[in-house]
Structures are given as C-alpha cells and as structure tokens.
C-alpha cells in the first residue's frame, strides 16, 4: 500500500516509513540529482535565504516546493545540520508538515529509543511491524557491504560507483525492491571487469560532495576512492540484534571523536594513501577540519564545496599537487 512520499533530510529510521505504508525521499538526493540543481539553490536565495547559508539547505527548501507530492517532511533536529531549524520553520510557512527526530549528541540508548518509539507512535506502527522490513532491508543493505569490500580488495569498482549505491541506501531510492534488482545487475556484471591500476588509494571523509565530477577527476589523475565514510555509514554497516542499536552504531549524527574511530580503522584496514576531507560551504563540520587533522596520521587535503558545479581550476591545481606529494612519498 502506497500512502505518498514522505521527505527527509538525513537518514533516519527508513524502516518505519516503509513500515508504515509511506515511500521515504531523501531530499538530499532528489536535490543533488535535479538537473537544475544550481536553479535550485538560487531560487531559494531569491525567496529569501542568506547567500551564506548551506547550499544544501537552500536545495533542500526549494526541492520540497518543486515536488507538491511530497507535503511532510522528518527533519533531523540534531545531529545533522544546524540550519535545519530554520528550513523547518520555512517549509512550514508553505504549508509542508514537518516532523522533528533527534539523534543524542552522546548517543544515549534511552533517549534515542524515546525518538525511534516517538516516530513508530506518529505513523501507528509497532516493533513488530517495523522488525520485518528491517530485515528486508538488511539483506539489501549486505549485498551493499559485499559492493564496498569489493571496492577496496579488488579492482573492479570505481569510487563514484561505491559513492552512488551507498548513499542510495538512505532511502533506498524509494523502492527497496527496484534498487535491489539494479544493485544485482551491477554486481552480477562485475565479472571479468577490471578497471585500470591506480597508484594511489584515497578515503573520503565528510558529508557527501556537492561537486559532481570531483571522482571522475581524482581517477583521470591516477588515484582511486576506496573509502566513502558518510556514504558507507548509511548501509548501517554492521550487524545487530534491534533498530535502537542499528541507529546508535552509525556515526555521522553523532559527535566528531565516534566517527574518527570507524575512520581509522578504516584508514588501516583498506590500506589508504592519503585523506580527502570534504566541507561543505558554510557548514559548522569546517570547524571539525582541525581535529581531523591532528588525529589522522595519514596526509589529508580539505576541500570546501559550495554550489551544485564542477571542480573548478584551483581546487584540481591542489589536487593535483596533493596527489604528486602521495605519489612522491610512495
């Protein structure tokens, strides 16, 4: 049963949207893949918003007024961007219903167990509802994890193709049966392929980039990204026994020191070269840079995004020079 889209701004607990009859939306995703993805943005600053607020957000705004059919929207309160507030109340003067979740800054069980069972309560479903299309989405979300190992052990996947289907599993593209079927074929025609040698292997830390040709870019210049780190966290990459715990494990809501932990084992297991640290324009994580650097032993390049655009000639000049230091320590 079909009862309409349900937006979201970050990953949340999919499985009780879908539990519930409701098609969830990453807004993200709808926002990034708009082929007036910068249209977007400017449209949201002629309605009103800040040329120094997050472009993300200024998508966000614009792509829920874009799409009529999706009239509610959960909104990550904490532990995703601070502007999301606002953007609530913005999208609340359009008439759009807005639905608060929050994950706990430390994590705590109980009071994220009080927000999963506050959501359940909102779209009248129970654990024992909710339970069995976690673990229909568990079993997607495991051919994901073989695409990601995949990735780093073998030769045969590019750095865009990991990004793409692991951030796809925030919502599954809204038809878990659909993104599975096409996560088959991809894997299923894995066989034989062998992409070209890269001397360097890269991770990639931060929010998704809002540069669209910044992995075509780094594999044309020899490297590969063999680790996608918030990508990666949205296939809730490990196996537990309930959804409080499955959501108290992933990492990016919650405070920098967590996520450096799954970042440097990481860092040793895939055996990466270098760090690309991604902060997005205007974003409180900028300020998250400087810990990142003193607690990674490996070389790191920040790079700040801004707009929906290509990489622009200064950003590959450092590129390129961070990538010629990796390849001369080498």
Same mark, same amino acid.
């Given at each position: %049963? &079909? ?15 879908? $539990? ?41 705004? $614009? ?29 609340? @003067? ?17 009071? !994220? ?6 959501? %359940? ?13 976690? *673990?229909? +989405? ?23 193709? &990991? ?15 659909? /993104?599975? $079927?096409?996560?088959?074929?991809? +894997? ?38 063999? /680790?996608? *780190?918030?990508?990666?966290? /949205?296939?809730?990459? /490990?196996?537990?026994?309930? +959804? ?14 967590? #996520? !450096? ?23 409180? #994580? ?5 810990? %990142?650097?003193?607690?990674? &032993?490996?070389?790191?390049?920040? +790079? ?6 290509? @990489? ?5 000049? #450092? ?5 010629? %230091? ?5």
């Amino acid at each position: %049963m &079909n009862r309409g889209k349900i937006g979201i701004t970050t990953t949340i607990p999919v499985e009780i949207v879908y $539990s519930a009859g409701y098609i969830p939306v990453d807004l993200n995703n709808l926002f990034i893949s708009d082929p007036d993805a910068l249209t977007l943005v400017e449209e949201a600053e002629i309605a009103g918003y800040p040329r120094n607020t997050c472009a993300w957000i200024k998508g966000l705004y $614009s792509i829920v007024l874009k799409h009529r059919d999706i009239r509610t929207v959960i909104a990550v309160t904490q532990g995703d961007c601070s502007n999301t507030h606002a953007l609530m109340e913005t999208l609340q @003067l359009e008439g759009v219903q807005v639905i608060p979740f929050a994950y706990p800054f430390d994590r705590d069980r109980d009071l !994220l167990k009080l927000q999963i069972e506050k959501l %359940m309560s909102y779209f009248g479903v129970k654990n024992q509802q909710v339970e069995p299309v976690r *673990e229909k +989405l568990n079993k997607i979300r495991r051919k994901v994890w073989k695409l990601d190992q995949l990735t780093f052990s073998e030769n045969v996947i590019s750095g865009w193709d &990991n990004h793409y289907y692991q951030v796809s599993c925030s919502d599954f593209k809204g038809n878990p049966e659909r /993104f599975e $079927s096409e996560l088959d074929t991809f +894997l299923s025609g894995l066989k034989g392929a062998v992409l070209p040698e890269t001397e360097i292997r890269l991770g990639y830390a931060g929010v998704p980039p809002i540069i669209g040709d910044l992995y075509s870019y780094m594999e044309e210049k020899g490297a590969r990204i063999v /680790f996608n *780190e918030t990508q990666r966290q /949205f296939t809730m990459p /490990f196996e537990t026994q309930d +959804l409080v715990e499955q959501y108290r494990l992933y990492t990016y809501p919650y405070g920098i020191f967590f #996520r !450096l932990q799954d970042i440097l084992r990481q860092i040793e297991k895939r055996k990466i070269d270098g760090l690309v640290h991604y902060a997005q324009g205007f974003c409180f #994580r900028q300020i998250e840079d400087l810990i %990142m650097r003193k607690k990674i &032993n490996i070389p790191v390049l920040t +790079l700040e995004g801004d707009k929906p655009n290509h @990489l622009d000639a200064r950003t590959r000049t #450092r590129i390129d020079a961070f990538l010629e %230091m990796i390849s001369r320590s080498k």
